[in-house]
């Protein structure tokens, strides 16, 4: 009888066991932060060159180096020894300006900013790099 009881107490335990289902899984891991690429101020000095693409003209600009004094977002590009173009750099890395009769477009991408400035009859194309 004392086997009965026993073997009797065991299934009894065992379907509690099957009745109380499997253990929850683990918590998940929280999300670790995504790794980006620290950011580069926009602010600071760029240099580097330029090259023409297009001379029409005699007294086109000769190209050269080149550099940049950028501060709030905004800087002046050197066309002739007497016209500078004023530039600005938007948010999304867009850079545009406009001088008389020349329009300056180009993209700042990290520490690069390159970009074309033309009147129609000239043209030079500038990269620089920032080193400040």
Not at 69 to 96: K, M, N, S
Not at 100 to 116: E, M, Y
Request: hydrophobic fraction near 35%.
């Amino acid at each position: 009888m004392r086997n009965v009881r026993v073997v009797l107490v065991l299934a009894a335990c065992g379907s509690v066991a099957a009745c109380a289902g499997k253990p929850p899984a683990p918590a998940a891991p929280p999300p670790t932060a995504a790794v980006t690429a620290p950011r580069i101020a926009t602010d600071g000095t760029y240099q580097g060159t330029s090259t023409r693409f297009q001379a029409d003209r005699r007294d086109c600009p000769h190209p050269g180096l080149v550099t940049l004094y950028v501060q709030d977002h905004q800087f002046e590009y050197r066309w002739t020894p007497q016209l500078y173009v004023d530039a600005a750099i938007d948010p999304d890395g867009t850079v545009h300006g406009i001088g008389p009769d020349v329009t300056l477009n180009g993209r700042r991408d990290g520490a690069t900013i390159d970009g074309d400035v033309t009147n129609g009859a000239c043209g030079l194309h500038f990269t620089a790099r920032k080193t400040s």
